[in-house]
């Protein structure tokens, strides 16, 4: 598979999911506008945004390209262990499928399962699966910094902005 296909697919998979953010993810997840100030729901639509539209446009280069039948360069067409020795290819915007499911599953399980077991003990879970996935093998470090994390995070978004977080509640 050229790195070009590979690319695509992912970007169409990152087009995939943020529609489904869009449309289902965050009405779902987002509590209801109280009438002032910004909506909740304003960050991450915008940041779920972006990542539509750069998706976008790089589907939209990717097929120009092809309809147009303009050479793409090798550098940015195929794989360093499809191009001749010597050349100047770097990882910079090359797209792993593997490294983006290991971000994207539990991202989606952290959606499905919130409702259920409720923040504190999802975003605990999310933080450990993320550090693992990132490469830390700490143990004790992973667990004091996602049990610092969601307690920060839960105070800021329950005291500080007001917004009442998902699923049944601990304290």
């Known amino acids: 598979m050229t790195r070009i ?16 953010m869009l449309t289902w993810g965050i009405p ?8 002032y100030g910004a909506s909740p729901a304003l960050v991450s639509n915008v940041a779920v945004g972006i990542m539509l539209f750069m998706a976008c446009l790089s589907l939209l280069r990717i097929g120009v390209a092809l309809y147009m039948n303009k050479p793409i360069p090798a550098e940015e067409r195929e794989f360093p262990e499809d191009l001749e020795e010597g050349s100047s290819f770097t990882q910079v915007g ?12 539990p991202s989606v399980l952290l959606l499905l399962v919130i409702d259920y077991i409720g923040y504190m003990l999802t975003a605990f879970a999310f933080l450990m699966v993320i550090q693992h996935v990132i490469g830390s093998r700490k143990w004790f470090q992973s667990v004091v910094l996602s049990i610092i994390l969601t307690g920060v995070l839960y105070i800021v978004m329950r005291y500080g902005f007001g ?3 998902p699923g049944p509640q601990i304290f």
């Open 5 to 20: 296909k590979r690319d695509s697919i992912a970007y169409l998979v990152i087009v995939g999911f943020s529609i489904l």
């Open 28 to 35: 779902t997840y987002t509590p209801a506008y109280p009438g």
């Open 94 to 105: 090359r797209v792993k499928l593997y490294h983006l499911a290991n971000i994207m599953i």
């Open 163 to 165: 917004v009442p977080v």
